[in-house]
Each structure stands twice: as C-alpha cells, then as structure tokens.
C-alpha cells in the first residue's frame, strides 16, 4: 500500500525558513517524478516544486531560488527546504506522486495524483 507521511511544518516569521519531508513507501520511491504543492484557503492547488528520478528538478517563478526539492532515495524521503518564507507561502503542503512511475503528472488537483500524504501546514506570519 502505497503511504506518503509529510512532516515539518510550523508557524515562521517572515524571512525564516523550514524544511519539509515526505516519507514514501509502498512503491519503488526512485522510479517516480515527487511533487511538492500547496492549497491555501479559497485558492486552487498550486505545485511549488517537482523532482524527477533522474533528481532534476523544476520550480515555478513563485518559488524560484527560495525553494529547493532534494530526494534522497536511501531513505525513500523526499524534501522542500524553503527558505525566505513569505505570507503568500502560508498553506498546506502535500508531497503528491503519478499514477505511473518514470511518468510525470498533469495533475491540478490533488485526485488526480496517484497518491498523496495528508498534508502539512505552514504558517508565516508575523
């Protein structure tokens, strides 16, 4: 059975930074692209990050050279540091997986991943 555990998250200041991670198992973690996103309140998902089995990895402008995905496939974990946290960061972050391994997903919901943790909240704030 295929289970992803993210942990965490916190409530920072701006400025700060936290460090995510996702524990996967149940499925062979290195053949699959991993998918950082997130979902504000009233706001639709939103991906922040994604790293593919070959560990390039892909940012949207909004987190570029804030955000950093890393993989360490030893341990079947995956990571987010995020760094210069701003409000706009503040939501609930999920590390989501395709439905097929080597496969990258065009999901824009969380459904439509082939599976994903329960989440994680982040809080910036002053």
């Known amino acids: 059975q295929v289970q992803l555990v993210e942990s965490g998250g916190g409530y920072v200041q701006p400025g700060e930074s936290l460090r995510l991670s996702c524990a996967g198992s149940?499925?062979?973690?290195?053949?699959?692209?991993s998918y950082w996103v997130r979902q504000a309140p009233g706001k639709g998902l939103e991906w922040v990050a994604r790293i593919n089995p070959r560990s390039d990895t892909y940012y949207p402008h909004s987190v570029t050279g804030r955000f950093t995905i890393s993989r360490d496939n030893d341990k079947n974990t995956l990571y987010l540091q995020m760094n210069s946290l701003q409000s706009d960061d503040s939501a609930v972050y999920y590390c989501?997986?395709?439905?097929?391994?080597?496969?990258?997903?065009?999901?824009?919901?969380?459904?439509?991943?082939?599976?994903w943790g329960q989440g994680t909240q982040v809080t910036v704030s002053a």
């Open positions: 989501a997986i395709p439905k097929a391994a080597w496969t990258p997903s065009l999901a824009r919901d969380l459904q439509d991943f082939g599976s």
């Open positions: 149940g499925f062979t973690f290195s053949n699959y692209w």
